[in-house]
């Protein structure tokens, strides 16, 4: 009797880990992308632009490819690298955009895996289409926050 207890308590045991194992799923957000708000030259709030581009000059990889009515651009930096050569083109106008930053794996949790997150240390621009700009936020992670203000 007390061999098929300690059997059932095993059995029981096993069934319930192996049953929360395959509940832990991941619940938090793993994207990490530098996100560029587009302003007007001395406006506090984004405004739209009628048509965006935006190609890594090294890639030659388009990530908007004019794309119509948009205020935000969210662009991904490669971990392997620590500089983002793009080339923008707002309305009609062409831009180039440089972002140096530096990248640094974090642990999420298990379930969720590693992420690269990135510092950013200078952003340049050739002001051809960008009036100027701004880095609220130089820490790019899983937060939904505005990294660059780009002004036109």
């Not at 308590?9 to 880990?17: D, G, N, P, R, S």
């Not at 000059?57 to 050569?85: C, G, H, M, V």
């Not at 972002?99 to 642990?107: K, T």
């Not at 992420?115 to 936020?137: E, G, M, Y």
Request: charge should be negative.
């Amino acid at each position: 009797m007390k061999l098929s207890t300690f059997v059932y308590l095993i059995a029981t045991c096993t069934l319930l880990t192996a049953c929360q194992a395959e509940e832990e799923t991941c619940r938090e957000s793993t994207e990490v992308n530098l996100r560029i708000g587009l302003y007007k030259a001395g406006a506090t709030a984004v405004s739209t632009v009628d048509s965006v581009t935006v190609r890594d000059i090294d890639t030659d990889s388009t990530f908007y490819a004019n794309r119509k009515t948009i205020s935000r651009i969210e662009l991904p930096l490669d971990r392997q690298t620590n500089i983002a050569r793009l080339a923008v083109r707002l309305n009609e106008d062409w831009d180039t955009l440089t972002v140096i930053y530096n990248s640094e794996a974090f642990f999420i949790s298990y379930a969720c895996g590693m992420v690269f997150t990135h510092q950013i240390d200078t952003v340049l621009t050739t002001r051809h289409a960008v009036d100027s700009l701004k880095i609220p936020v130089k820490l790019i992670n899983t937060a939904n926050e505005q990294h660059i203000q780009l002004y036109r």
